[in-house]
């Protein structure tokens, strides 16, 4: 029996470790590593470990605590800190380790795009652009950077509540976690008259309705950019991931 550690809580993540417990169970033991930042989460089957490892020494006494035989690394694309532990720690413990990295989404000749490099970048577009009503939709961890805009309204989106009290004065808060349908979007957008959408690239179809919403109501779109991905094997979705996984077993 092989133990297989699987690192996030993306759709991905849940996705891999389903497939793993109805197709594999007779040979691997999925375990699953959520950070614990997101309150609000899918069920995963078999064994879930919620929060940090303490950096690369910790990742590394795990996997050699617990036996772990494969990692895969299903962090979110702007886990950029935690993708690099696993690389480390992968390679200091002689471990495989596989990359599930969401494809981008598509850019289409009417989008809009404003692409930047940062959350700094991104807050420091909006006034350039004149936009007055926001669509936030970076993360509720995110979402300081934008605290300094008093003549901005945002309507932020999140996977969990706000803190109390919230970091932006000026805001409506929404709660709601994808897959998000594009007509959706759309009504949404129009009823709260928003004229700029701020977006992470995080790729995927859970919450790419945005992007065609923006383009349909040809609103300009903020695309911060996603960190380089560490090297080493990489596939684009759970499907290449378990068939990954089945090649390596079989070796």
């Known amino acids: 029996m092989r133990r297989v550690l699987i690192l996030g809580g993306t759709g991905e993540a849940v996705a891999i470790a389903r497939m793993l417990y109805d197709e594999m169970a007779d040979r691997v033991e999925a375990m699953s590593a959520l950070a614990g930042v997101t309150q609000s989460r899918a069920p995963i089957p078999g064994t879930v470990r919620v929060g940090g490892f303490g950096g690369v020494d910790g990742l590394v006494e795990y996997i050699q605590a617990e036996r772990i035989d494969v990692l895969i690394d299903a962090t979110h694309p702007f886990a950029a800190q935690m993708a690099a532990q696993v690389y480390a720690a992968a390679e200091r413990t002689a471990t495989p380790r596989l990359k599930i990295i969401r494809p981008m989404w598509r850019r289409d ?104 919403a923006a383009r349909a109501l040809d609103i300009p779109t903020v695309i911060i950019r996603r960190p380089p991905a560490p090297r080493g094997d990489a596939v684009a979705d759970a499907d290449a991931a378990l068939a990954w996984l089945n090649r390596l077993l079989a070796d």
């Open 109 to 212: 000749p009417r989008d809009r795009w404003i692409e930047i490099p940062d959350l700094a970048a991104a807050a420091a577009t909006i006034p350039r652009v004149e936009a007055r009503r926001v669509f936030l939709t970076v993360g509720g961890r995110s979402l300081q950077a934008f605290e300094d805009m008093p003549d901005v309204w945002f309507l932020a989106r999140m996977t969990d509540a706000p803190p109390s009290p919230p970091p932006l004065a000026n805001a409506e808060y929404v709660v709601a976690r994808g897959p998000f349908q594009a007509d959706a979007e759309i009504a949404l957008m129009r009823s709260h008259a928003i004229d700029l959408l701020v977006a992470k690239a995080s790729g995927g179809a859970a919450t790419e309705a945005k992007i065609h």
